[in-house]
């Protein structure tokens, strides 16, 4: 099976990060795997995406231009891409901050307050991780031990205080 993912949203908001988690788990799970970073001179508050592709056989482009999974952070995100999703595809948005829906029937889209819940939650910032628990349910591309060990390669020594969080985070997404 082959997931081709775009994640995207505002520089700051982990995007790129939650991209590399998915791109470990499928790593350490003996998959093909490539993640593409794009963003914006900005950085912080300019665009950011990435696309991830996991496989079960070799990779011939990192390159998407028609996700199966898209997680959308921003409405800006939402725009460019809900459009994209081939049918039969999956969309996973944070509601907090995109108020715009589709009327795409081929494809599922679910609408997360993931903002809010990582708010309500004492998990600021952690919006995406909530958000790529929802896919990893969703798409069942991954168990919770698969993506625990893509945390624990992704989250760098000096914030490994927050891989509870981070879990956290994943199962409150997995719940909503």
Request: aromatic share 6%; net charge negative.
């Amino acid at each position: 099976m082959t997931h081709e993912i775009i994640l995207a949203g505002f520089g700051g908001q982990g995007v790129l990060f939650a991209g590399k988690v998915l791109s470990y788990a499928g790593l350490l799970d003996g998959k093909e795997v490539s993640w593409l970073p794009s963003y914006g001179p900005e950085m912080r508050g300019g665009t950011a995406n990435c696309s991830v592709c996991v496989s079960d056989e070799p990779i011939g482009s990192p390159l998407i231009l028609q996700p199966n999974v898209l997680l959308a952070m921003n409405t800006p995100s939402f725009d460019k891409f809900i459009d994209t999703v081939k049918a039969g595809g999956t969309a996973v948005v944070d509601s907090s901050m995109v108020d715009s829906t589709t009327d795409r029937e081929d494809i599922k889209v679910f609408y997360v307050p993931a903002t809010e819940l990582a708010s309500e939650n004492d998990l600021n910032g952690m919006a995406n991780i909530i958000l790529l628990g929802k896919i990893i349910k969703e798409t069942e591309m991954f168990t919770l031990d698969e993506i625990k060990a893509g945390l624990e390669k992704s989250i760098p020594p000096s914030k490994a205080a927050l891989f509870d969080s981070n879990i956290k985070a994943i199962q409150i997404g997995m719940n909503s």
